[in-house]
């Protein structure tokens, strides 16, 4: 529940000194590109605010946007945010299970009606009247129809609840939709990637809280501050792409000397996220920086662009094809069939099927 | 533990510019201009920008070290360091696993972190006073 302490109270209690506070909003500041006196104004008016409730609710996900956000088992710029909020609802986190966690979830969303932040993970299953995906016997949509009526605001995390994900891939067996395809009346704020970025999650939190509205979002509802360039802008290997320089195998000279991944299939140029700036593993690095290209996890759809190592430039199935390329396309659809019947054909005439003699010999 | 205790080695490479570190001194002079003119402090975060092997380390270098080092211990270390330019400031946090979570450069007179915090002096008098009574007892 939503406790009458405001969060400097709480650190205060925790031992955690109003000087390491501000160096956790200097730095979030910081990644938000806000100037440098809004560390300050952060830290305090997080100190001075009562934790608000939020609840976290899981439909078709896999865990890692949770994994994401606490990895870490120490205090981290990350999970500091956990002092900052009261975490009334986490399947994953919470201690109580059963009709306990359920009681615990309506319970918050009464006392904090119109308060409360949902946050929510993983796409929303409609098929089969929702059958798909059910907690406590109810279809995620029910859920979530329910528990966006009484929050302030909705948090899409991970790219399953911002644009569908994996579970939406074609052919979308469970019918799954992103958050903004049921929630119409309340703002929505998609922080995605697969998973997202933990500092991202915290970010957008601590900017909630800190100045009571969204973050400047992009046109598909993401915070600019971390989605305002795309992976291509900020990657170091970007000169090289400049200069015309690619690896054009993952182990050729090119690959060792650092050069551009876009021909071994980087979506970076089309992927807007913060990986290369934020990067990952306490600041370690990021994909490109390992020597593997981006795979758009960000993106809308990424699962269905075609191979994640073939250049952007190669036409893909998501793409709309000019009507000579489709009618192309359906007569070498059409002769590839015909020569697989053929091929077929002569295998079958060249088989002998055995025969229990042929087992004795 | 650690990630830096994780035994994995990687190729170096060799260094190389593409010219960041030319473009930040000028930027941090325009900054200086405007701390020393107007009196307006800025930040610049490191993390952000996409440097090429070798080109972090190479700004380093041109800044060079001022007459103030100093290390804060609060949830992990900190580093403030003033450059060998009066009000340049160069600022690295880190948490307890030692990682880096934030990396600046500050154009200020003093940055906001050395500077002791009105909630920790109110909570640091009361701490005082207490030991005060615990001697007089």
């Known amino acids: 529940m939503a406790d009458q302490k405001t969060v400097g109270e709480r650190l205060a209690e925790q031992g955690v000194s109003r000087r390491a506070f501000l160096k956790f909003c200097a730095a979030l500041a910081t990644m938000m590109a806000l100037p440098p006196e809004a560390g300050r104004a952060m830290a305090e008016a997080l100190a001075q605010s009562r934790r608000p409730s939020v609840i976290w609710l899981s439909f078709q996900e896999c865990t890692g946007c949770t994994e994401s956000l606490t990895r870490s088992a120490s205090p981290t710029l990350e999970n500091m945010i956990f002092n900052m909020i009261s975490l009334d609802y986490h399947e994953t986190l919470q201690a109580a299970s059963g009709y306990g966690a359920e009681k615990s979830r309506a319970d918050a969303m009464k006392e904090n009606y119109g308060k409360y932040l949902l946050l929510v993970d993983g796409s929303v299953a409609l098929g089969q009247g929702g059958a798909y995906s059910t907690v406590a016997g109810r279809s995620n949509l029910d859920m979530l129809q329910e528990a966006a009526k009484g929050a302030a605001a909705v948090v899409a995390v991970g790219t399953c609840s911002s644009f569908g994900g994996i579970p939406a891939a074609q052919p979308n067996p469970t019918g799954a939709v992103p958050v903004t395809d049921i929630v119409k009346d309340k703002p929505v704020i998609n922080v995605s990637g697969c998973p997202p970025i933990p500092v991202v999650i915290t970010g957008v939190l601590a900017h909630y809280l800190t100045f009571g509205q969204l973050p400047a979002l992009d046109a598909l509802g993401r915070p600019t501050a971390f989605y305002g360039n795309s992976i291509h802008d900020r990657c170091y290997r970007r000169p090289f792409y400049d200069q015309g320089k690619f690896a054009k195998t993952f182990d050729d000279e090119g690959a060792r000397n650092g050069w551009c991944l876009f021909e071994l299939g980087c979506k970076g140029p089309t992927t807007h996220n913060a990986c290369a700036t934020t990067k990952w593993n306490g600041g370690t690095s990021f994909p490109i920086e390992s020597g593997h290209g981006c795979l758009g996890c960000s993106e809308p759809n990424f699962w269905d662009g075609g191979s994640f190592y073939a250049p952007l430039s190669t036409p893909t199935s998501a793409l709309s094809l000019a009507t000579d390329a489709v009618v192309a396309g359906v007569a070498v659809g059409a002769a590839v069939s015909v020569a697989n019947r053929m091929k077929k054909k002569h295998a079958k005439a060249g088989h002998e099927p055995a025969t229990v003699s042929d087992l004795k010999k | ?137």
């Open chain 2, 1 to 137: 533990m650690s990630l830096h205790n994780i035994p994995i080695k990687s190729e170096s490479v060799e260094p190389y510019s593409i010219g960041n570190p030319r473009a930040l001194l000028t930027e941090i002079a325009a900054r200086l201009e405007k701390l020393a003119k107007e009196g307006v402090a800025s930040s610049m975060d490191l993390n952000s920008l996409p440097f090429a092997p070798g080109e972090y380390d190479q700004l380093r270098v041109l800044l060079g070290d001022g007459e103030v080092n100093a290390r804060i211990d609060a949830m992990g270390a900190s580093e403030v360091m003033e450059t060998r330019y009066p009000g340049v400031w160069w600022v690295t946090h880190y948490n307890v696993e030692g990682d880096i979570i934030a990396d600046s450069i500050e154009i200020t007179e003093i940055p906001e972190i050395l500077k002791s915090q009105p909630a920790d002096i109110e909570g640091g008098l009361a701490l005082l006073q207490a030991q005060i009574h615990g001697l007089d007892a």
